[in-house]
């Protein structure tokens, strides 16, 4: 599903009678307000990939029917356009929520690309807070979705640290796709696809100016700049310079320049300078040899002169080159620090005791040379500059201690680190953090300039001359945070620093071919048995350092040991030192036996891949990461579903209409629908699809195994079908044959279902009274109201009370809880009909869209155990109609589809709040008599709500429409 904005016209018409002007003032206020909340939130879709923009599509390895495509090949600002499908949550219930990272290639990966967009969750409309998330998507209840990620630039991207490099030419970077987390009851997913920039292509120019110098010679081989002052006062200037900034065609001068504070974090009240506002200034360089000084006018530190205001304190400069001046060199330069204000900042000294030192990414850190060995000793750390990305207080620090390059010390029971930003890792060895609230021994205070200083217990049971390092790992736990890995060189123990017992004899690789490659070298294996694996070229690039040491992962890392022997990340299932010599190696790996007890989860039959990557399991090596091709698992099975067929270009005739026959069987209630294809083999796989007219209804998005009388069986709970003729198709989903057309036949859905015990199926739709249609209220949670329905009835009353309903959000609709619940759509009226119910009882509606929900109200159930409810003013998306009883459980529920039905689409920004267990609650609504409606006669507020797109219509109605709280339990 693509993300755009769009914008959304709503209709009213005026009261027939004048009402108190003081109140339709405030109302048409608050109407006001809710147009303005829900414009920004609607979307559209369907961008298309440039036509020169390769793809490739991927299959998911433990998962066939999930399908996606990436790029290849990207041209210098060209957006990146990805799709799927198949992409359902755990049930096949509902499209999953997917999250899409830019070379993450771990937590924490320093390599990470932060957006600087505001990036909107579809489900509940909100700006996403963590900038990891290039794009969140949610796929349609096929599971099909398509996104377009803008090209990251220095205008719209930047790393952990608030820097940014331009992508070069040939550069290759990696998009990670994950679902589970997001979304109850989705499916845990975890999918990458690699890609690489092409060469710009270079455009010759002509000067602009035909005064300027024909040609700029740069004065310097790289361009610089310097702050030429250290320090300057809030609202004065910054003095700074530059030299070699020339345009890439020399022809056209210097470049021009824009300068951020901060990496952006701060903007310009209007747009004088740029329309991107966090442009604080722009500078043309020097035509003949780019060098520039500039006064750089600093804000006041009042929000008058910047958003956010501006602080004193330690900042920096980034420059940037080449949108600002057609063709002209990309560039992303951050300068080093100044100061603003009186602040004495500065680095921490280092420590007095003998010590070796780590640094990066702005950081520091020393640790004590030498350990003592036994069980007693200690271990002094002093760290400098480990703060966030904003600067505004420290970074958590994960310390780690390594046993040796597979391992590290753990540990156990209450030493365990307990801490709200990383619970439950048994390596971190101590942690430093801003806080720490529950005084844990092991976890240590950051102060707000980055700066430490420790004393920790060793690891029990060193030995002299052991292997001992220490790793420094922060950006794990919170986006906003600065990820950085700096790992030690040997500390000694007793005096004696670690030697490896080869490293005398080892000798230098020279690799066997010139890129290292990966093979599996058999189509095929079992559950627990071997899979043979070869490769070529893994060399260490150290001399005298022999062959890579290379860790592989199944399914990218989604099956793990049951314990840590092999290495504390189990996610790594071998381990395989290649050949010193040329970096070839052979191995025979052997795989899960698909029980619990060698892996977790279980391993599954199907498609899977092996991850290799290098770099951090011998000290000094290449990273690399490479994906292996698929191999099969066990049985076959089918991947996505079929493409809908081109019911308009003649795909269904005469001569391909097979024997398809449909039965209804009507018990036990709400029925189901068996389907016989002659020809049809006990296991074949089979797909059945309904097509309304020329469009594919998909009522059973999913794969079929066929009995033995070639047949499948479909149940009916909370299935919507449509009033009319219906095409049902079926398709094959066998090896080689997926999606051929097995046989087609025509049914005809009776528009006004009759009692439970006829036949679903009629040869034409039969005629039925009219009952009333109630229209759903296009309630937002901003208005904070609920509004019902009192219906009166001669014998039976609406309940008075709304109850507290079981069910808050979409996704807890799920397949196990459909009930005996089915549903017609004519045009656009729903009949819904509760098969378990009884006929006149009062039944509770709700419309689920996405994070939308809206209040139908009390409608009491017909002789045939249905209601009706018109849907005309929803938006065209696949909706979940909802029944309740009396006390807010759930009865069941049916998917309500509307128009074409490629993706959800959200109409209105949800408000909810955060309860105690981590869900989701509704905002509570205004109680009957609240002064925002006290005083305005039952038609005045009748049509007010009728502007405000909250009116329920109901055939019959005698009672009042009454505001109303909800309960709170």
Known sequence: MTVTTANQKRHSTGPSKRPNRQLLARFAVATAAI???????????????????????YTSPSDPTVKYTAPTVLKPGQDIVISGTGWTNTAGSEGSLITVLIDAARSGDPNTVYTKRNVVDPTTGSVETDKRLQAIIKADASGKWQATIPYPTAENAQLANGTWNEWQPDSEHTLRFLTGTRLEGDKGRSLSAKFKVAPAPTTPGTPSDPGTPTSCSPSVPQATVSIDQGT???????KISGKGWCHKDPTQGGSVIGIKLDGGA?????????????????????????DWTHELQLPDGTAATSTPAFPEGEHTLQLLTGSLKPGDTQRSIVTGKFIVGDVQAGPADPPTWEHVTVTGEGATAWVQKDVAAGDNGKLKIKGTGWQNQAKTGGSTVAIKINASDTKQYEHSGSDIVSHPSAPGDATIWALLAPQNPSNHKHVFKVEPDGNFEIEIDAPKGLTKGQYLTVRFQSGLFAASDVARTLTTEHLSVDGETFKP??????????????????SIDQKSAKMGGLLRVSGKGWCHPGEKMGGSRIAFKIDEGKYSHLTSDLHSNRTIWALVDANPANGDFVTDIRLPDGTAATSAPAFENGVHTLRLLTGSLIEGDKTRSMKSAEFVVGEYAPGALPDPLDIAGGALTEANRGSITVERIATPAPGSWKVRVPGAQEGDWLFINTYAGNSARTSFPEWYRADKDGSVTLSLAGVTLQAGRLAVTVQSGNEGKIGDLLGWTEIVIAADPAPQQSTLLQPQPAAAPAAAVTRPAAT???TRRTVRTLVASPANTAPTVVPELAIKRASQLKGTNKGKVTGVIDGTVLTITAADKKAREWVYAQIFTGADVRAVGWVQLDNALSA?????????GNHKVALFNETGELIGWVSAPKGEIKAATLTEKQETKKTSDGGEDTATPVEAGDESGAGIDPLTLNLLLAGAGLLVLAGGITGALVIVKRKRG
Not at 232 to 238: F, I, R, V
Not at 501 to 518: F, G, N, R
């Open 266 to 290: 701060y903007s310009r009240i209007d747009d004088s300078v740029h329309r991107n506002k966090t442009i604080w200034a722009l500078v043309t360089a020097d035509a003949a040899t780019g």
């Open 501 to 518: 017992a080869d490293s005398d004899s080892k000798v230098t690789c020279v690799p066997s071919v010139p890129e290292a490659t990966i």
């Open 35 to 57: 147009a303005a909340l829900i414009a920004p939130n609607l979307q559209a879709q369907t961008p298309a990939l440039a036509e020169d923009a390769p793809v490739q599509e």
């Open 780 to 782: 937002t949670q901003q």
């Open 868 to 876: 009706k409810i018109d849907i005309a003013d929803l938006p065209d």
């Open 232 to 238: 300057a006062k809030l609202g004065e200037t910054l």
